[in-house]
């Protein structure tokens, strides 16, 4: 059986370890079964030369304890049947279409790549980004290779208050000193080096208890150097009476905040809760964000609900990251929900006005939306596979027209001569990590496509 998935990020890597089955087989209703009953090829797609998708272009670089699952990903790349073909661009290079006539079956794992728009005035303008494009730009995305952030104002303002936005500004508040040991962006690296921020405001529509940051994420902050925080409560600084045990800490983690003494530091990080972004100001480019206040008030039927007060304040500022979450993008060929940003589905099997399209499959964000971590991943491609060897059991699959790997490689490199193969992502990820131990880092990434495509490609 060969199956083709579109993106070599986590989403993609957990179905191609499935379909690969290791010894002992995969965790299903708490106990380890074999899930795959014939021999499988499978073939990984993506657009990039690079393997591992947010995993390289999403993670901190000052987290790399979350990237140890490369090593997962690593022994399933591996595994005999697997292939990568980067450099492929699927709408582009290949159609949807072909690939369901190449292959018994297609997964498509493609993430999601837009964000959440705020809706507001001057969210156009030069200094405003999405805290997506501004993490794919310090990790040394190739798209995002020429973004050049606005760091010349003293205040930065991250809008929205999860994990990603704790990300964002703890790169901007840490000591560049840190960040040199990282497999940060020689780019962002040089770049943060001449930065003149030394506020960062991190905004929250809603209360201090309703954050939607983790306490991890949120008590590193703590042990950041010569970085003070201050806590702007609003107008509601009580803590509410919660079982969630999170909820518990996270209250006392900001309590903590709240009361410590003030520290003289060179900056300073603020989080500022019961905020609305309103308006960014400015001509040419963002001089400024207006900021409503919102205050908790009590509805009849008992539940506490958000209104926005008479109460405004600009907050000057020449940089603006809305963190506000990610969004998926329609890939070209396939149905897409434009209200949740996904491609719509039925236990991962896709369907299309109604009907499910045989053969084609879903998982990860494209699958269930921009949410969980990336061991979410995991269990998501899973119940894909499954669906999809049910479907192979029941021969419900289209395999008429499949064609060799011999067949695809041939087809693919008259289009494109640039395809890196798994061989020619070795050579990069070398390249990278013996760059890296010179510079005393863990690795240096290279982040300019031809550079990419030139060291996949030498002997």
């Known amino acids: 059986m060969r199956v083709a998935i579109v993106g070599a990020g986590p989403a993609g890597m957990y179905a191609a370890g499935h379909l690969l089955e290791g010894p002992g ?43 140890l699952v490369e090593r997962v990903f690593e022994q399933t790349a591996a595994r005999p049947g697997f292939r990568f073909r980067g450099n492929i661009e699927i ?29 507001i005035e001057g969210e156009g303008l030069p200094g405003f980004l999405s805290a997506r494009a501004f993490v794919a730009w310090f990790n040394g995305h190739p798209d995002y290779l020429h973004i050049e952030p606005n ?3 003293e205040r930065a303002v991250v809008i929205g208050n999860g994990n990603v936005a704790l990300d964002v500004a703890r790169i901007l508040a840490r000591p560049v000193d840190d960040l040199s040991a990282t497999d940060i962006a020689e780019h962002a690296l040089i770049a943060l080096r001449g930065s003149r921020i030394r506020e960062i405001v991190i905004l929250g529509r809603r209360p201090h208890f309703n954050g939607a940051f983790h306490n991890p994420e949120l008590e590193e902050l703590e042990h950041l150097h010569d970085v003070d925080i201050e806590v702007d409560y609003g107008e509601s600084s009580s803590d509410p009476d919660t079982q969630k045990v999170d909820s518990r800490r996270k209250i006392r983690t900001i309590r903590r905040y709240a009361t410590r003494p003030k520290r003289e530091a060179p900056r300073q990080i603020v989080l ?11 001509g040419d480019r963002v001089a400024g964000l207006l900021v409503g206040r919102n205050r908790l008030v009590r509805d009849q039927d008992g539940a506490d609900r958000l209104r926005l007060t008479d109460d405004r304040e600009l907050v000057e500022t020449g940089l603006v990251l809305c963190a506000t979450g990610y969004f ?30 045989a053969g084609q499959y879903v998982t990860g964000w494209a699958k269930r939306g921009p949410r969980g971590i990336i ?40 289009r494109v001569p640039t395809i890196v193969d798994h061989t ?3 050579r990069i990820d070398d390249s990278e990590r013996r760059a890296g131990r010179k510079a005393g880092r863990s690795r240096h990434k290279i ?10 490609a030498s002997k």
Do not use: M
């Open 328 to 357: 998926g993008t329609p890939l070209p060929g396939l149905p897409y929900d434009e209200a949740r940003g996904v491609v719509p589905n039925e236990h991962g099997r896709i369907v299309r006005d109604g009907n499910v399209v």
């Open 424 to 426: 020619g992502w070795i």
């Open 447 to 456: 982040a300019d496509r031809e550079t990419l495509l030139r060291v996949a």
């Open 91 to 119: 709408g582009e290079h290949a159609s949807t279409r072909e690939l369901s006539d190449w292959y018994d079956a297609v997964i498509y794992a493609h993430g999601a790549a837009g964000d959440n728009r705020l809706g």
């Open 272 to 282: 500022r809760f019961l905020s609305s972004p309103l308006e960014i100001t400015g």
């Open 25 to 67: 087989g995969t965790y299903l209703d708490g106990r380890l079964q074999e899930l795959v009953d014939r021999p499988v090829e499978v073939d990984v797609f993506d657009r990039l030369p690079t393997q591992w998708g947010l995993l390289r272009h999403g993670v901190a670089p000052d987290h790399p304890e979350k990237k």
């Open 375 to 414: 061991g979410t991943n995991k269990k998501c491609a899973r119940d894909t596979v499954v669906a999809l060897l049910e479907d192979a059991r029941h021969a419900l699959l289209p395999t008429g027209g499949t064609r060799t790997a011999e067949e695809v490689e041939t087809i693919l490199r008259g």
């Open 151 to 153: 760091l010349s104002h």
